[in-house]
């Protein structure tokens, strides 16, 4: 199971949203981001507010990502047993 901590921008720890999934197999992160996009309102909506984001590689741009406690770069890959922490961009990018 993977625990994804959601925050909204400039957010503190009382007000992160925990989901947590399932992985059959390592996901590469950029995918990992995209898929949560589908499956959560939140990072959906964070998704039209930064427009359209035209190379997948880009969204770490966007979003902080932390795996572990660590920025996730475009290469890792989401492992079972993993904790995200994905803090979504200010409204307007």
Known sequence: MVKIEIFPPLADLLTKKEVFLTLEEPM??????LWVKELHPDVSRAFTSVGKIANPSDLLHYFLVLKNNEIATKDEYVME??????ILPLQGG
């Open 28 to 33: 590469n992160i950029i995918d990992f981001i």
């Open 81 to 86: 047993n993993d904790v995200i922490k994905l």
